[in-house]
């Protein structure tokens, strides 16, 4: 099994920033990607950033203001600037990852963060 820690998030102002962090942790030989997906009140979860090993992909309403970094030992941080109010949600970590050369991946998904941005 996966586990997944994450940190960071809170309240912050219009215009400030905030860095999230999750830590991969358990039966895990190799990572396929690493992501941060939100969830708005009232509204489905949507993919935020994504790094994978032909780079980063991020959402359109994100581009340009959030920074997704892989730090290596199964770890990644979402460096998030410029917030605004439709930035609020819980922010989720996903990671796919396979335990063994020749195993099936697996999807883990960390607890949840809130942020919320609000002045």
């Known amino acids: 099994q996966v586990q997944l820690v994450e940190s960071g998030g809170g309240l912050a102002q219009p215009g400030e920033s905030l860095i999230l962090s999750c830590a991969a942790s358990g039966s895990i030989f190799s990572i396929h990607s690493m992501a941060w997906y939100r969830q708005a009140p009232g509204k489905q979860r949507e993919l935020v950033a994504a790094i994978r090993s032909d780079g980063a992909h991020y959402a359109d309403p994100v581009k340009g203001r959030f920074t997704i970094r892989d730090n290596a030992k199964n770890t990644v941080d979402l460096q998030m600037n410029s917030l605004k109010p439709e930035d609020t949600a819980v922010y989720y970590c996903?990671?796919?990852?396979?335990?063994?050369?020749?195993?099936?991946?697996?999807?883990?998904w960390g607890q949840g963060t809130l942020v919320t941005i609000s002045s």
């Open positions: 996903n990671v796919v990852s396979q335990p063994g050369p020749t195993a099936r991946y697996v999807e883990a």
